[in-house]
Nanobody, 120 residues
Framework: VQLQASGGGLVQPGGSLRLSCAAS????????MAWYRQGPGKQRELVAT???????NYADSVKDRFTISRDNAKNTVSLQMNSLKPEDTAVYYC???????????????WGQGTLVTVSS
């Protein structure tokens, strides 16, 4: 399984960016997808998740500003980020977990990360 993230960059506070992550080598429609981020000097944190059934959840810090979506036809997961704040500056990683079984969780994979910098 390979994950290729794109869409990071420099944006001013209040601006928007859209991150995308393309997956290959997996039956994407079955997979659990998520975006994580790691800011400077911080631990990696969960930003948003979307299940195979399209159920979505968000960290409180991004709720109502970020939207996660998946396109099973294109094997992609996206993160639309609006009203960006300097504290959103981080490397953003996409994450995929394949379905597990009753005796073992599914294998998981990380993308390479894409840098988002929010600064004036």
């Amino acid at each position: 399984v390979q994950l290729q993230a794109s869409g990071g960059g420099l944006v001013q506070p209040g601006g928007s960016l859209r991150l995308s992550c393309a997956a290959s080598g997996t039956v994407f429609s079955r997979d659990f997808m998520a975006w994580y981020r790691q800011g400077p000097g911080k631990q990696r944190e969960l930003v948003a998740t979307v299940t195979s059934g399209d159920s979505k959840n968000y960290a409180d810090s991004v709720k109502d500003r970020f939207t996660i979506s998946r396109d099973n036809a294109k094997n992609t997961v996206s993160l639309q980020m609006n009203s960006l704040k300097p504290e959103d500056t981080a490397v953003y990683y996409c994450y995929l977990q394949e379905p597990g079984t009753w005796f073992a969780p599914g294998r998981d994979y990380w993308g390479q990360g894409t840098l988002v910098t929010v600064s004036s």
